[in-house]
């Protein structure tokens, strides 16, 4: 797998994973009961363990796009400060997320498999835990859209194929 492919399906499912979470709320889930909270976590994990591939490979070989040709002034400056944030809301929002897991006061059966909590009595890091983690998925959320509109100008205003670098290649056709 060469590395475009690797960070393309790295790309397509943290989205995937994302629209997932923002589909269904936290109040969605708790009012669903404890299986839908153990699918809310188990997806928190697999989500996690993406996010930990795709970190993991950017801290060994760096950023894996470049800002182009086409792109100038700012937004060139700017480009590879945009990528890290996203990385880093991210990691930002998983480690809270996993947090609430970890230091709520009851059992959460990630899948229905894979306990998380209760540890010892943390429940105002729980509390804590769980607003930074709302914080940071809206901020994460409103960069993500950010980079999308970004990307979208890109590939049709500068016409520098930005979109074909981004998507699989099944999808070239139709940009």
Do not use: N
């Not at 470049?66 to 996203?86: I, V």
């Not at 230091?103 to 894979?114: D, E, Q, R, S, T």
Request: proline content about 5%; some cysteine.
């Amino acid at each position: 797998m060469t590395r475009r492919t690797a960070v393309t399906w790295l790309l397509w499912s943290s989205l995937a994973f994302l629209v997932c979470f923002v589909a269904v709320e936290p109040e969605d889930v708790r009012d669903l009961g404890a299986a839908a909270l153990g699918l809310h976590a188990g997806v928190g994990v697999l989500f996690a363990l993406v996010v930990a591939v795709w970190f993991g490979r950017y801290l060994a070989r760096g950023l894996a796009g470049r800002p182009g040709p086409k792109l100038t002034g700012l937004a060139r400056q700017t480009h590879p400060w945009r990528h890290r944030a996203l990385y880093s809301g991210l990691v930002a929002m998983l480690a809270a997320g996993g947090l609430i897991g970890i230091a709520a006061p009851y059992v959460v059966a990630a899948f229905g498999v894979l306990p998380l909590g209760p540890g010892p009595d943390l429940r105002s890091l729980h509390g804590a835990a769980q607003g930074i983690h709302e914080v940071v998925f809206s901020l994460l959320i409103a960069g993500v859209v950010l980079h999308a509109v970004f990307h979208l100008w890109r590939h049709t205003a500068l016409r520098d194929d930005a979109l074909r670098i981004m998507v699989p290649r099944t999808l070239h056709r139709w940009l």
